[in-house]
């Protein structure tokens, strides 16, 4: 693949810019805004069920995704700016992932408004974030200036040219699953700030590889915004980043996959993410069906799976990890044997850089 985005020094010097503006805006503004969050005592509220040892975040301030994206739009606004030119692919992919940072936005301010673990309702945030996700590959298909082919990028220089369809769907449920699943792995002080910086880097060169100079600009944009958020937000956390930040980070990852055709290389960058959903439906779905249930009538084994599926049934059933998402299984083993949740995200951290670094090489070496 091709590597001239980084062997320009023209273009070095715009991704070193792109890279260091959100982070210089970021690290600017975060004591100011975790001072005012405290002030106004707007905190993280934790799950009841959630691990014991996270009862003393309950006071640390949330929404801290507020800054990193403002970080990221001021740079995009200045790129613009400097450039004197709009560029509308890179406009899109920032306009869906604002939107699903709003979502975010709404469901903290219920949880805040709630003082509660409690925020929007979960089917109606799905339904949302379906229908953002078709509506942006719907907008990529048909909308001039942003009107393009749509190719699947594949090893070798390959391309697979995408049904506009398939890709309607596609973007439909690649919204909604990379927000929900980013949102269920944001669980841990510096864990999914780090795991999504990292992603980002190699989504980066990958967009720079493909040519997509522009989106590699804002991929490098984030990765610069969140490297000043995870100053604040390691362990133990100053501030937590949020649904806000969560399902904005889900809707960018998102939007620059779909947008770029680059799907095939996500999938293994993701592999974490994928894990953790996994990992929860998996949980709900055993402690459903082993639940000890007599039907009053003669049921098929079929109809009663389909029941203890769909309907609350009385009675306790069993787990398969210790707590879910995945990463809570590992903080709740792991500390039984006096490993810190600190190194339990580091753990998380390294496995992703291993991944990053995998699927980055096979992309550039194919």
């Not at 055709?261 to 055993?286: C, K, M, N, R």
């Not at 995200?345 to 850089?353: D, H, I, P, R, S």
């Amino acid at each position: 693949m091709s590597i001239d985005l980084f062997t320009n020094q023209e273009a070095q010097t715009t991704l070193l810019y792109a890279l260091l503006l959100p982070f210089a805006i970021a690290l600017a503004l975060y004591p100011a805004y975790i001072a005012w969050l405290k002030a106004n005592e707007i905190r993280q509220f934790v799950r009841e069920e959630g691990p014991k040892s996270h009862a003393v975040k309950a006071r640390t301030p949330t929404t801290g995704g507020v800054v990193f994206i403002a970080s990221i739009v001021i740079s995009c606004l200045a790129l613009a700016a400097h450039d004197r030119a709009c560029d509308w692919q890179r406009l899109q992919v920032l306009i869906l992932a604002l939107l699903c940072g709003l979502i975010g936005f709404f469901d903290d301010l219920a949880k805040i408004i709630n003082k509660a673990n409690t925020g929007l309702p979960a089917l109606a945030r799905l339904v949302v974030e379906l229908l953002l996700g078709a509506a942006f590959a719907l907008l990529i298909l048909t909308v001039a200036p942003l009107k393009q082919d749509i190719v699947l990028h594949l090893p070798g220089g390959a391309h697979w040219p995408m049904p506009p369809w398939l890709f309607v769907c596609l973007g439909s449920f690649l919204v909604a699953a990379t927000t929900n699943s980013l949102n269920l792995h944001d669980g841990m002080d510096g864990l999914a700030g780090g795991t999504s910086l990292l992603v980002l880097v190699a989504m980066a060169a990958i967009l720079a590889g493909v040519k997509q100079p522009a989106l590699a600009q804002l991929a490098l944009m984030a990765v610069g915004a969140l490297a000043a958020f995870l100053l604040f937000n390691r362990y133990p956390a100053k501030i937590f980043m949020g649904d806000t930040g969560s399902l904005f980070l889900g809707g960018l990852i998102a939007a620059l996959t779909l947008a770029s055709g680059t799907l095939f290389w996500f999938i293994p960058l993701a592999i974490i993410y994928i894990a953790e959903s996994l990992s929860v439906i998996v949980q709900v779905a055993y402690f459903k069906l082993s639940k000890p249930y007599v039907p009053e009538k003669p049921m098929s084994r079929p109809g009663l799976i389909w029941l203890k599926l769909t309907k609350r049934l009385p009675g306790e059933g069993k787990r398969l990890l210790r707590m879910a998402p995945l990463h809570h299984h590992f903080e709740a083993v792991l500390a039984e044997r006096g490993v810190p949740e600190w190194q339990v995200v580091a753990a998380f951290w390294l496995v992703q850089l291993a991944v990053c670094l995998s699927v980055v090489a096979l992309f550039f070496l194919s």
